[in-house]
């Protein structure tokens, strides 16, 4: 299978005195795959995939995307990307902003009244007429997935999809990741919920204060009879300074 | 290329539905016409009756004060359509990237298959566009209401207008390429202080060219150095066209050995010329080059 996307020893720090974000990390992903990128809070997942969309310079390592620099346009015309907390141009409408984001794509006349329509219906936004800075945190993250497969990309990047939907908005990313893959559409999925990553990937990676602490098949990360949860748990607490749980006062009677 | 032309076309779709220009418009609309009306009113009513207090006869005729308010009406107009092209520029200037740029729209766009070039282009173009429209049309009302004063300086209005327009994007790609880089409260704030000192090399030049600040060398070098360093305003002939019709109309009551008109009009500003106006395009490049090194550098 062809190889979408190479990282070789990513490193990323955002200021010279601060420690690395990432730090080393290494990965491919062939067409088809869907690879899940795992890790507490302030990881450095978002920096690595911001990386691999062009968003970010790296300060060490390489990424080649579909076998171009990230930095390329060119080579993020197959590129997919919905990002953690979208947000649009806010006097726009949802078809403005798609039918923006076609033209940035090179998509012409007859494609744009084709798959805008169809789009907008996907992420439940077709009867929608309001400006996007009147819209909830859901429904930008709903534009946010409809803007990123508008392309019809090769690689689609998720960086946390379902954190603000709603539990049928979550069946439909899911719905949708499978879709993708069985047409051969390579997912690079950044999420909280290992569950769902449990159920799509067939790779992941968990990182912890930049570095990768464990990387595979679903299988050889997660052994029989355990969860990706219970393996998520052990390696996190394994890797970071333990912290009392709660703070003390709340457990004061009142 | 498609890229900036979809940028430039939602930019200025954005632009047009911002409520801050939408207000500043209207305040402009409704200002220049009222100044119009309000002066013709104001001759109308009283400059047959007006008297000077001199003898008879040595006043200005009702013909020359209906002159006199029309020259009135234009410098006034170009107090304000120039104000109005400066408030213009700040409010493009601080939105047109730094919005992108701050609320993630700019993580959306640039993971596109669009170069930041482009991008910065397409941004350039609408502010531009958006500037030219707005003060166009200001300028068009501008001279529709000039039409109450039966006309005569229809092309020096339009040469100032053009010439407040090129200041005015001067003004807003330094916003622009400032807001880029930091805070656009802050950006409006450097953008304001540098354009202040500029008016006042620029009036401090004007009067060592006009010989009034004596011949010390040093100061010429000085002054002559700063004024090619800051991005100094064009100016067309309407400014100084309307001070010396001002002072013709009242030339024949002149006493004995008063200064010619030429002497009095040389402190005004002279019309840009083509060394100026060379100067002009050289900042907006410059200023295009910062704003576009600085889209280019940010992360998002």
């Known amino acids: ?60 390592g390489s990424i080649l995307l579909f076998g171009s620099d990230p930095g390329n346009p060119a080579a993020r015309a197959e590129l997919g990307f919905a990002p953690e907390d979208p947000d649009f141009p806010k006097f726009l409408r949802a078809p403005e902003v798609l039918d923006y984001f076609a033209s940035l794509l090179g998509l012409d006349d007859e494609e744009r009244k084709r798959r805008i329509p169809e789009t907008l219906a996907f992420a439940g936004l077709d009867r929608e007429r309001r400006q996007v800075r009147q819209y909830s945190k859901g429904m930008k993250q709903r534009l946010g997935i409809a803007q990123a497969i508008l392309g019809r990309p090769k690689l689609l990047i998720l960086d946390e999809p379902t954190a603000d939907l709603d539990p049928l908005g979550r069946r439909d990313v899911r719905a949708l990741i499978e879709r993708l893959k069985e047409s051969g559409v390579a997912i690079l ?24 602490l464990k990387e595979g098949t679903m299988s050889d990360v997660v052994p029989e009879g355990s969860t990706l949860e219970e393996v998520f748990v052990q390696l996190i607490e394994a890797n970071q300074p333990q912290r009392d749980h709660l703070p003390s006062f709340i457990s004061e009677r009142q | 290329m498609n890229g900036a032309l979809a940028v430039s076309r939602y930019t200025l779709i954005e632009i047009s539905r911002r ?61 304000v359509l120039g104000l109005f092209a400066l408030l213009i520029a700040f409010a493009i200037g601080m939105t047109a990237i ?91 704030i450097v953008g304001f202080i540098y354009n202040g000192a500029a008016g006042v090399v620029v009036t401090l030049h004007q009067q060592l060219v006009s010989g009034n600040l004596g011949d010390n060398q040093v100061l010429h070098a000085g002054l002559n150095t700063l004024y090619w360093l800051v991005p100094h305003a064009l100016v067309s002939s309407a400014p100084r066209e309307i001070v010396r019709q001002e002072f013709e109309i009242f030339a024949a009551n002149q006493p004995e050995g008063a200064p010619s008109v030429d002497q009095m009009v040389s402190s005004i500003p002279g019309p840009s010329g083509a060394v100026d106006i060379i100067w002009w395009v050289f900042v907006v490049c410059v200023m295009f080059g910062i704003l576009y090194f600085a889209v280019r550098r940010r992360q998002v």
Not at chain 1, 41 to 56: E, F, H, P, Q, R
Not at chain 1, 190 to 200: D, F, G, I, P, Y
Not at chain 2, 101 to 106: M, N, P, R
Request: proline share 3%.
């Open chain 2, 19 to 79: 409520r801050l220009l939408l207000v500043f418009f209207a305040i402009g609309a409704v200002g220049i016409g009222g100044l119009g009306i309000l002066l013709k009113v104001f001759t109308s009513a009283f400059v047959g009756s007006a008297s000077f207090g001199g003898p008879p006869g040595s006043g200005p005729t009702a013909a020359q004060m209906e002159k006199l308010t029309e020259l009135s009406f234009v410098s006034n107009l170009i107090g």
């Open chain 2, 98 to 188: 730094y919005h992108d740029l701050e609320s993630g729209a700019a993580v959306a766009i640039f993971s596109k298959p669009v170069s930041r070039f482009a991008f910065t282009v397409g941004k350039l173009v609408a502010a531009v566009v958006a500037m030219i429209a707005i003060v166009g049309l200001l300028s068009l009302e501008a001279r529709l209401v000039m039409f109450l004063f039966g006309g005569g300086l229809e092309t020096a209005l339009w040469f100032e207008s053009l010439a407040g327009v090129a200041n005015a994007v001067t003004l807003m790609l330094l916003v622009l390429a400032l807001s880029a880089w930091m805070n656009n409260i802050v950006a409006a």
């Open chain 1, 1 to 60: 299978m062809a190889t979408v996307v190479s990282v070789q020893n990513l490193r990323k720090r955002y200021r010279r005195r601060d420690p690395w974000a990432v730090d080393g990390v290494t990965f491919e992903l062939e067409a088809g795959q869907a690879f899940g990128l795992l890790g507490p809070n302030g990881a450095g997942k978002t920096s690595v995939v911001k990386m691999i969309a062009g968003l970010l310079r790296p300060d060490g």
């Open chain 1, 189 to 212: 999925l950044n999420s909280h919920l290992l569950s769902e990553v449990e159920r799509v990937c067939d790779n992941v990676a968990i990182l912890a204060r930049g570095r990768v």
